[in-house]
């Protein structure tokens, strides 16, 4: 910014002692995001991050910005308060997947239907690794973890095709482990008016290990990524021997790239309809096979923190700044007789 020093990643990162399980993946998501601010002309005095309940939640202590470290699932509460009231900040929301999706999902789809202007990380391991290993609203069908000894028969929950159904403006997901690739989405992010969500599978080491290793390891990950890329056809494979293409029914599929012809679907996350990018995370329902990677939608939308002081803005204009003690005192008010 004009008139204002060069930062770097240093100025970025507290003097807190990071205190995560050695191998964790949230040291690279922090390590990304203490690096790419200073790059997007962003400063540790307008920026917040506010975070719940959880192992993801130790994030606000992280960064040498200003951060609030607040309650179980109401980090999109809280961060729609200071979003709306102060739109001169720059307001990120730290979550889990079970912070998030489950005593928080309430909170979450509303900041995504609203469409606050925050930029909302799920960090999704699959797992509670806080509370030490029970299973989450994202764990698969069949999990074995210690408040499910005999297996989890909940249906998990598509973090992404949940925030496409909220009518989210932008939705992605990217890997811990891809630095190039969590670069490039949190820029974009970063740069999208609105609430921005990003999903981010973060390996576990110690309770949920590997359980992104299809989409992670060396021998794997080329043919079970499926990257989206704005404007260019959706296939993969070594050697882009897979393709997606759509249904009649309105879904999609995977089949060989020789066979799909013309069919093959254009990404296009600019698209204002949300049911392609739908059926587009539908594709995956854990990654445990082809899963789609990078931006499912970005489009414009009013954001709710301008059309809302727009309003307050008018109201003054019309009708002044009031009279607090009369509003409280009017309508319907009643003695309480002891």
């Given at each position: 910014?004009?008139?204002?020093?060069?930062?770097?990643?240093?100025?970025?990162?507290?003097?807190?002692?990071?205190?995560?399980?050695?191998?964790?993946?949230?040291?690279?998501?922090?390590?990304?995001?203490?690096?790419?601010?200073?790059?997007?002309?962003?400063?540790?005095?307008?920026?917040?991050?506010?975070?719940?309940?959880?192992?993801?939640?130790?994030?606000?202590?992280?960064?040498?910005?200003?951060?609030?470290?607040?309650?179980?699932?109401?980090?999109?509460?809280?961060?729609?308060?200071?979003?709306?009231?102060?739109?001169?900040?720059?307001?990120?929301?730290?979550?889990?997947?079970?912070?998030?999706?489950?005593?928080?999902?309430?909170?979450?789809?509303?900041?995504?239907?609203?469409?606050?202007?925050?930029?909302?990380?799920?960090?999704?391991?699959?797992?509670?690794?806080?509370?030490?290993?029970?299973?989450?609203?994202?764990?698969?069908?069949?999990?074995?973890?210690?408040?499910?000894?005999?297996?989890?028969?909940?249906?998990?929950?598509?973090?992404?095709?949940?925030?496409?159904?909220?009518?989210?403006?932008?939705?992605?997901?990217?890997?811990?482990?891809?630095?190039?690739?969590?670069?490039?989405?949190?820029?974009?992010?970063?740069?999208?008016?609105?609430?921005?969500?990003?999903?981010?599978?973060?390996?576990?080491?110690?309770?949920?290990d590997d359980a992104f290793l299809a989409i992670t390891g060396r021998d794997t990950k080329v043919i079970n990524q499926i990257?989206?890329?704005?404007?260019?056809?959706?296939?993969?494979?070594?050697?882009?021997?897979?393709?997606?293409?759509?249904?009649?029914?309105?879904?999609?599929?995977?089949?060989?790239?020789?066979?799909?012809?013309?069919?093959?679907?254009?990404?296009?996350?600019?698209?204002?309809?949300?049911?392609?990018?739908?059926?587009?995370?539908?594709?995956?329902?854990?990654?445990?096979?082809?899963?789609?990677?990078?931006?499912?939608?970005?489009?414009?939308?009013?954001?709710?923190?301008?059309?809302?002081?727009?309003?307050?803005?008018?109201?003054?204009?019309?009708?002044?700044?009031?009279?607090?003690?009369?509003?409280?005192?009017?309508?319907?008010?009643?003695?309480?007789?002891?």
């Amino acid at each position: 910014m004009t008139g204002q020093p060069d930062l770097t990643k240093k100025d970025f990162t507290s003097d807190q002692e990071v205190r995560w399980c050695p191998g964790c993946g949230d040291y690279a998501i922090l390590a990304a995001t203490q690096a790419l601010l200073p790059e997007l002309g962003a400063r540790p005095e307008s920026t917040v991050f506010i975070s719940g309940i959880g192992c993801s939640s130790r994030f606000p202590y992280y960064m040498d910005t200003y951060g609030i470290h607040s309650i179980h699932g109401r980090a999109p509460a809280i961060a729609t308060g200071l979003s709306t009231s102060r739109p001169d900040l720059d307001v990120w929301v730290i979550t889990g997947d079970g912070d998030a999706l489950s005593i928080g999902g309430n909170h979450l789809i509303h900041a995504l239907r609203r469409n606050v202007n925050l930029k909302i990380l799920l960090f999704n391991n699959e797992i509670y690794g806080l509370t030490k290993g029970q299973y989450s609203p994202t764990s698969p069908v069949g999990s074995r973890h210690k408040s499910t000894p005999m297996g989890s028969i909940d249906r998990p929950l598509n973090p992404v095709s949940l925030a496409l159904g909220a009518e989210a403006t932008f939705v992605a997901r990217t890997i811990d482990t891809d630095r190039k690739h969590l670069t490039e989405v949190l820029r974009a992010a970063y740069q999208h008016r609105g609430t921005a969500f990003v999903e981010i599978y973060q390996n576990c080491v110690v309770f949920n290990d590997d359980a992104f290793l299809a989409i992670t390891g060396r021998d794997t990950k080329v043919i079970n990524q499926i990257p989206l890329r704005q404007g260019e056809p959706i296939v993969f494979g070594t050697e882009q021997e897979q393709a997606v293409i759509a249904l009649e029914d309105g879904s999609m599929a995977i089949v060989p790239t020789e066979e799909a012809g013309d069919r093959v679907v254009i990404h296009d996350a600019h698209r204002e309809e949300p049911t392609t990018a739908f059926a587009l995370s539908r594709l995956s329902h854990n990654p445990t096979g082809p899963t789609p990677l990078g931006i499912f939608r970005d489009v414009d939308r009013p954001v709710y923190d301008e059309l809302l002081n727009e309003q307050v803005a008018e109201a003054r204009r019309s009708q002044g700044d009031g009279d607090l003690a009369a509003l409280l005192a009017s309508g319907n008010v009643w003695d309480v007789l002891a």
